[in-house]
């Protein structure tokens, strides 16, 4: 099985028995601040088991059905965790406003802190593992899973002083305010989730750092070319599509002018990872200077 998968199962098996302990700390204190802490953890826990799956499946080559490849399926996990924050949130929410308005005392809070407590060391260092191997092996998606769970580790110590607190001083409000902070600081995350596989759907263009820099390379790669023009860009998961007209002289040969695509090709192969490239060749009379790539 490939490593990250690997490390993907241990994820999913981590955050199982984290949730397990977060759920029995708020059994044992009845706190809302840790109900919502431990539905934290079902988001986390859904959206490994999601994660893993779209892993797997986008990773698969193209096929007759789906000859783009299937980068996009990466998306439909995100969306699902959207979808789950939102109802999480929600229902956070709803419990928060009516302990805030009808405040229990917890019952055996120290108890429960001591589990939850635990629970976050658990996820504290399954995080600098995460760190290490994501380092490591270069891969952004797990070190932006090390750095999601480091927050859930921060919000959790959040959540233990906050419950310490609400039992020492006996401010029975503390306890549904933070929960409410929780919830919302989960929107937020969720927010930013769904906003960034909305762009994937939407077939947004790649950053402008990088369309700089392809236009860079076609620039300095395509001797012999007169323009590049109607370069279109659009990424799907890890996949980035480059698609653009390279006006040649009408007197160059079908075989010089694939030679030259087969260089600019290469040269950007070499700079951007999972690239997937389509050049239409035109004579010189298909020129159209402005918004062009000139060549140098
Ligand atoms: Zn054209
Ligand atoms: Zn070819």
Not at 60 to 72: C, F, Q, R, S
Not at 76 to 104: C, T, W
Not at 192 to 220: C, F, Q, Y
Request: net charge negative; aromatic share 8%; with cysteine.
């Amino acid at each position: 099985m490939d490593r990250t998968l690997k490390l993907a199962l241990g994820s999913i098996a981590v955050g199982a028995l984290v949730l397990g302990l977060k759920y029995f700390a708020y059994h044992l204190t009845g706190s809302i601040a840790l109900y919502s802490d431990a539905l934290e953890s079902i988001i986390n826990v859904a959206t490994a088991i999601a994660a893993f799956f779209a892993v797997r499946l986008s990773a698969e080559p193209p096929d007759a059905n789906h000859p783009y490849g299937h980068y996009k399926a990466e998306y439909l996990s995100a969306i699902l965790e959207g979808v789950m924050i939102v109802v999480a949130s929600l229902s956070i929410l709803r419990e928060a406003y009516h302990g805030f308005l009808a405040p229990k005392p917890l019952d055996a809070p120290f108890e429960g802190l001591i589990v939850n407590a635990a629970a976050s060391l658990i996820n504290a260092a399954w995080c600098a593992i995460l760190l290490r191997y994501g380092r490591r092996w270069r891969s952004p998606a797990l070190v932006a899973d090390a750095k999601h769970l480091w927050t859930d580790v921060i919000t959790s110590g959040g959540v233990i002083i906050g419950v310490g607190l609400t039992a020492m001083t006996g401010w029975l409000q503390l306890d549904p305010l933070l929960a409410a902070l929780v919830a919302l600081n989960i929107l937020w995350a969720g927010w930013k989730l769904m906003r960034e596989s909305i762009g994937g759907l939407m077939d947004e263009a790649t950053p402008p750092e990088t369309l700089a820099r392809v236009r860079n390379i076609i620039s300095t790669h395509a001797n012999g070319a007169l323009e590049a023009h109607d370069l279109r860009t659009r990424h799907a998961g890890r996949a980035t599509f480059i698609e653009f007209h390279l006006v040649v002289p009408g007197t160059m040969t079908v075989s010089e002018s694939h030679a030259l695509c087969d260089q600019i090709e290469a040269a950007l192969h070499k700079d951007i990872p999972d690239l997937i490239i389509h050049i239409h060749v035109e004579p010189e009379e298909k020129a159209k200077h402005p918004g062009g790539v000139p060549i140098v």
